[in-house]
């Protein structure tokens, strides 16, 4: 598996958030027409800060690939890029049928239910497949739990 990082939106533009407590959402563009993605890669969506709450992860598929393609999201650690869950927040999701994912859909999934991060983590997408003509967007909602 290759891991090459992509700054498609940065690292997810958040809503800004300065008190405790406070929801916020967080989201991240990635077009596979204006860069191509091999099958395997990994593409660093979301900076999830520590101490936050992730409740819920959602992929909207925009424009569908035109061939095979399935998408695992799932968190990684930011210091060496191990996978912590690949596919923790949504599990094969159908790359190829313009529609929305959510984790709060699936409650097989890993983090069905939020999960807490108490160190700097990142989503990512792993892409089980190539895509040149894709365009998704991961979002997130989270808990500010700093205090």
Known sequence: MSLRTFAFIGDGDALPSNRSGLLFALQAEIDCAENNVAS????????????TLVQDVIAVVETAEGDTLTLDVG???????????????LDGTDGNTAAASKTSDT??????????????????????????AAVIRIHAICVDCNA
């Open 75 to 89: 968190d990684y650690l930011t210091a060496d890029d191990t996978a912590v869950d690949a596919d923790g927040y």
């Open 107 to 132: 409650d097989t999934l890993g983090h069905f239910g939020g999960k807490f991060y108490t160190a700097a983590s990142y989503i990512g997408v792993l892409f089980n497949n190539a895509a040149s």
């Open 40 to 51: 395997g890669d990994i593409v660093k969506a979301l900076a999830i800060p520590a101490n």
